[in-house]
């Protein structure tokens, strides 16, 4: 009997040490968790630097965030997708990837090449895409919900249930720590939802607060209201243990319900350096929808309170709610303007303003104006809401082709508006330009060909009336691939004498990159790459073999601001020894 009174006690004190962390007056939050993975190079991508495609991934152990990091400054195209254990895999997502989001230089935070963090819900396993390889790539999790292992799981359910039952006699005996301010819009403060699991490394800067710029999130998964303070804590965990900053990057974030929260440490209501937008760290405080703005902007009442915060944290500073400022940029691997420009913007502006970002996704960025006439009169925009669509026939084409883009315009109610001018534009040196006009069809749809000269983020636009308010169709990326081509040269060779390799690049490069591949036990395997001048269009590289074999050889255009990678086609070249 005293031996079962033993066994009783031990297992009373086991459970009991189990839930003892949920029996509190606050809220229980389970402890979040990084773990990172390092992929094994793909066999096809160890000798090229073409696309990648990853082989499903088991991460090691249950996330709700995921992104990816690397060495060195590549911004390649990024795409993932996710999956649960037993269930299917999630559409392809694709993912920012630049610099945008970062330190200013010399601040004392570091620069990283990285993707954005991406919520997922919950995912055991992940691949991606990228459009090149990478060195020293890293995936970077993060679990917030206590369920990164069976265990974890098993715990957290009970927890969560002694948890409701405190909060439920706590709320009994009267016990309210809410507090109004009238002053500042209600905020979830860093406390409620979770900071003291990332604090900041080290105590804040501070800059000023000229400009507000507009972000959003990325996700995979829908969120819950109850989610939304943990999608903040892992945005937060992800900035700082795996970018290595000093906390989170934005100064607050508001969810899809349009609830505000608190962001980088240091004050609400002062002008805390941020790392949100490169080059323009100093002069801004960064706001981010949580949630993908790509093609879906934010609802009336989330887009209100954005206007709301936007407004108080402005007149807290003693600036206008309206018209343009004038800005310096500090420059940065992604900014639009190089260091020490003077840039005039809109005072509210979104990141891909200032950055070469996609970010805050075309369905926020289309609201701006709203938002803008919200921030200064706190009324919306007069007008009937409008939507713009357009599709490429392609996406890519060759230096020279054409590409036809197409679409529908309709008001807020899906009506199509018939004989009304829509403008394509391209964006070139960080401005929207027209490109041609398009006028819509009896059915709302309109059609435009045109001839890029170089790789473009390509748009719709319609200007509105007085009854119809403006609008813009999401971004669409065309790619140009430069044209290269060899020379008719011979195709024999003889060892140790040189073989000319010339030929012809358009649009023009300053260099080109020769590939030589020799055969060996009947494979051709990559033996030397090297840099050739161009001018006026025209190269003129050359090899000498060192063996008797078949050789293979072409060139190369590395992607750049202007095109995308091009080849030229390759040629053969028997070399004897004679």
């Known amino acids: ?46 000798a090229s630097s073409g696309p990648v495609r990853s082989r499903p991934l088991r991460a090691p152990g249950r996330f709700n965030l995921v992104g990816l ?10 795409r ?66 206590g369920t990164a292992t069976p265990t974890d799981r098993a715990r957290t359910v009970l927890r969560r249930a002694v948890s409701v039952a405190a909060g439920t006699v706590t709320g009994m005996l009267g016990t309210d720590r809410a507090r109004a301010q009238s002053s500042q819009p209600a905020v979830v403060t860093r406390r409620q939802w979770g900071a003291s699991s990332c604090k900041p490394r080290e105590a804040p800067s501070y800059g000023t607060v000229e400009s507000v710029h507009v972000h959003h999130t990325v996700s995979l998964s829908d969120y819950s209201r109850s989610e939304a303070p943990g999608v903040v804590l892992a945005i937060c965990r992800y900035h700082r243990n795996s970018n290595g900053w000093n906390d989170i990057g934005y100064q607050a974030l508001i969810d899809k319900y ?30 981010a929808s949580v949630g993908d703005n790509t093609s879906v902007g934010l609802s009336d009442p989330a887009l209100e309170s954005l206007a709301g915060y936007i407004r108080w944290k402005l007149g807290v500073h003693g600036r206008p709610l309206t018209g343009d400022v004038s800005l310096f940029s500090a420059g940065g691997a992604t900014s639009r303007y190089p260091a020490g420009r003077r840039v005039t913007v809109p005072r509210v502006l979104g990141h891909r303003d200032t950055n070469a970002t996609a970010c805050p996704g075309s369905g926020l960025y289309v609201q701006l104006e709203d938002l803008r006439s919200r921030v200064a ?30 679409g529908t315009l309709t008001s807020g109610l899906g009506a199509p508006l018939a004989a009304e001018q829509v403008r394509v534009q391209a964006l070139r040196t960080g401005r929207w330009r027209d490109v041609v006009t398009a006028v819509t069809d009896a059915t709302g749809h309109w059609y435009a060909a045109l001839r890029p ?117 390759a040629r053969v070249v028997r070399v004897s020894r004679r």
């Open 1 to 46: 009997m005293k031996l079962l009174a033993t066994a009783g006690a031990i297992v009373c004190a086991a459970a009991l040490a189990v839930v003892a962390p949920a029996l509190s007056a606050e809220r229980w939050r389970p402890e979040p968790v990084d773990f990172e993975l390092s992929p094994s190079p793909e066999p096809a991508a160890a």
């Open 69 to 78: 990091r690397w060495r060195g400054r590549a911004e390649p195209e990024v």
């Open 80 to 145: 993932l997708r996710v999956k649960r254990e037993g269930r299917r895999w999630s559409r392809w997502r694709s993912v920012d990837a630049d610099a945008g989001h970062n330190p200013d230089a010399r601040r004392g935070e570091p620069a990283v090449a990285a993707s954005d963090p991406v919520w997922v819900g919950e995912a055991d396993d992940v691949q991606y895409r990228l459009s090149r390889s990478v060195p020293g790539l890293r995936l970077h999790f993060v679990n917030v919900a």
């Open 258 to 287: 349009g609830v505000l929260y608190e962001g980088r440490a240091g004050g609400l209501d002062r002008p805390v350096l941020g790392a949100h937008a490169q080059g323009f760290n100093e002069q801004s405080t960064g706001i």
């Open 377 to 406: 009169t706190g009324e919306p925009l007069p007008g009937l809401p409008t939507l713009t669509t357009a599709t490429l026939s392609r996406s890519v084409a060759r230096y020279g082709g054409g590409v036809e883009l197409n």
């Open 453 to 569: 000269k170089g790789t473009r983020l390509l748009r719709a636009t319609f200007a509105g009336r007085t009854d119809l308010r403006p609008s813009f169709s999401v971004e669409l990326l065309f790619r140009v691939r430069p044209v290269l081509a060899l020379d008719p040269t011979a195709t024999r060779g003889t060892r140790g004498s040189p073989v000319r390799v010339p030929g012809r690049v358009t649009p023009r490069k300053r260099v080109v990159y020769q590939v030589l591949q020799q055969r060996i036990r009947g494979v051709y395997r990559k033996v030397g790459v090297r840099a050739v001048p161009v001018r006026a269009g025209r190269f003129s590289g050359s090899f000498t073999p060192a063996y008797s074999a078949l050789y293979r050889v072409y060139v190369v255009a590395k992607p750049d601001a202007a095109t995308g990678r091009g080849r030229s086609p």
